[in-house]
């Protein structure tokens, strides 16, 4: 497993209330009377993947536009691993929203998704699996 001390806030599992199942391996939950989304780690395969996705965030920082930001890391009190991640809960991903009645996106989301890619792109950094289940719409 990982251990975290980097600069984004961390807390520890006690912190996160009303966790239910969302899909794959991301969760509901309540963490300060808000809900948000929680993405644990599953399997050992999951944690590079969430190492990366921290390490993203540490170098794009938490306001850079179109990329989640993580809200904080979620600690293990016991093993002092990282046990997943929580971001904003936003509305929906592009594939639900294509499958659900009168999906039509504005040609400014396909331009802020573009816009994103590019930057990130300048800053070294491959998103390496978009699809359209983790593109998410937050402005609708």
């Known amino acids: 497993m ?3 001390d980097g600069p984004i ?3 520890t599992l006690d912190s ?10 991301i ?3 309540e963490r300060d009377g808000k809900k948000v989304a ?13 190492l990366r996705e921290i390490r993203v965030r ?5 306001d850079f ?15 002092q691993f ?26 400014s989301e396909l331009h802020r998704l573009i816009h994103t890619l590019s930057h990130l792109h300048l800053l070294g950094i491959g998103h390496g699996d978009i699809c359209e289940s983790n593109v998410v719409l937050r402005d609708l």
């Open 16 to 25: 996160i209330r009303k966790r239910k199942y969302l899909s794959g391996h």
């Open 27 to 29: 969760d509901t939950c």
């Open 58 to 62: 540490e170098t794009v920082g938490p």
């Open 65 to 79: 536009p179109g990329v989640a930001p993580i809200l904080t890391i979620v600690i293990d009190p016991d093993t």
């Open 38 to 50: 929680y993405k644990c780690i599953e399997f050992p395969d999951d944690v590079k993947t969430i």
């Open 82 to 107: 990282v046990d997943g991640i929580v971001l904003p809960l936003y509305h929906t991903d592009v594939e639900s929203f294509a499958n659900g009645p009168g999906a039509r996106l504005h040609i």
């Open 9 to 11: 806030d961390k807390t």
């Open 2 to 4: 990982a251990l975290y």
